[in-house]
């Protein structure tokens, strides 16, 4: 897929939709109606920071990339990144300008050039309750829309006999970490992993804590073998590995995708996730992503440290220049749908189920059939939601 870029006076990036397709026999209790998405195009190529909301390529801040070759880097130390692309990952794509949609439902396309992609937390879960779980200390706060897969597949599944490795945002005013993706295990894992602010910061004991004065995480250790920055101290935001008795065995800056993904100047942008620094409404990052908001026009809410922003602007060396700065709220961010592009398989008509991407969606007589006839081997695009851990689809039409 191709990285992409957003028209700075879009305003909001709610689209899912897809192509046009085949048909066959009908799947009995499905039912009708449409909504239409797009998105302009421009520039001479393109950055952009957010969530997985779709498969077939990816399809991030609503805009459908081609990923088949591009280059998959791990945020934690540039090597390659060695899972596949999941719904719920967070990841930051340097590409291809976008080429707007065709169609009137169609989702604007780009070809995705190199993908930095990474987890945030990884270890033993403690401490669940209805909206939220622990891990070494720290909070994972879960939405309606987080994807979970794996051992569990949703919040109310999870156990403390589990292990998971969560995608997210981490709120630098709270500490927790705002989840858009569990993979759950009961197998402990060889490492585990954290990021945050470091407090508590021992050059005596080689010790320190991540998190707020509020909450902060287990104590973690470093030694003569660590790798670690220098200079390093209390206060900057870090990302941990260590191992299961909290040694740590890397320590690493927060380092700008811009940086990593070397997104070059006049290329069009968008990033959603939380304020990561705040000097002023002009001046702050994003998920280590520097950003100029001197003439940008910002929609919503106050800006501050914490507050998650979806922005729209180009590069400029190594900085994102805003042109639009707006202020989505959790409620936003958890009723949105997911999109997917596939062929269907696994269809059973009675229980109203059928397999795509290797995902199991249910229809009913909601679903919005556009002109659809659901059979195996048909190439389709969906709209869905996910509740209760079950995948719901919204709307399927066809797909080319």
């Known amino acids: 897929m191709r990285s992409i870029q957003n028209d700075p006076t879009f305003t909001r990036r709610t689209i899912l939709l897809g192509m046009v397709g085949t048909a066959a026999v009908q799947l009995t209790g499905c039912g009708g109606g449409s909504d239409v998405a797009g998105l302009s195009s421009g520039g001479t190529g393109s950055f952009t920071s957010g969530t997985i909301s779709g498969l077939g390529s990816i399809i991030v801040n609503g805009i459908r990339y081609n990923d088949d070759t591009a280059t998959l880097l791990s945020r934690d130390d540039d090597t390659s990144f060695g899972d596949t692309l999941k719904v719920g990952m967070v990841v930051s794509i340097q590409g291809s300008p976008v080429t707007a949609a065709t169609t009137t439902n169609g989702t604007a396309t780009a070809t995705a050039y190199r993908i930095s992609c990474g987890s945030e937390w990884q270890g033993p879960v403690s401490n669940i309750s209805t909206t939220s779980f622990d891990m070494l200390g720290l909070t994972v706060d879960v939405l309606a829309s987080t994807v979970f897969e794996g051992a569990a597949t949703q919040l109310t599944d999870l156990t403390t006999a589990h292990f998971v490795e969560v995608h997210g945002y981490v709120d630098q005013t709270t500490g927790h970490l705002q989840a858009t993706r569990v993979e759950v295990s009961t197998t402990q894992p060889t490492h585990y992993k954290l990021s945050g602010v470091m407090n508590s910061f021992s050059t005596v004991n080689h010790t320190f804590k991540l998190g707020t004065t509020n909450q902060s995480s287990s104590v973690i250790s470093w030694d003569n073998n660590t790798v670690a920055p220098n200079p390093w101290n209390e206060g900057v935001f870090v990302r941990v590995k260590m191992t299961p008795l909290l040694l740590a065995t890397q320590i690493r800056l927060l380092r700008s995708p811009l940086a990593q993904l070397n997104a070059e100047d006049e290329h069009e942008a968008e990033i959603h996730g939380f304020i990561s620094a705040f ?68 269809l059973d008509a009675t229980a109203h189920t059928f397999v795509l991407r290797g995902l199991t969606f249910t229809c009913d007589s909601n679903t919005s059939m556009q002109g659809v006839s659901l059979a195996n081997g048909v190439r389709i695009q969906i709209k869905a939601t996910r509740t209760a851990g079950v995948w719901k689809a919204t709307e399927i039409s066809t797909d080319d």
């Open 279 to 346: 000097a002023s409404n002009a001046s702050f990052t994003v998920n280590g992503i520097p950003v100029d908001a001197s003439t940008a026009r910002i929609a919503g809410g106050t800006l501050a440290l914490g507050v998650r922003v979806e922005i729209h602007g180009s590069v400029s060396n190594g900085t994102l220049i805003a042109t639009k700065v707006e202020t989505p709220n959790n409620t936003d961010v958890a009723s949105h749908e997911f999109e997917f592009h596939g062929t269907v398989s696994a």
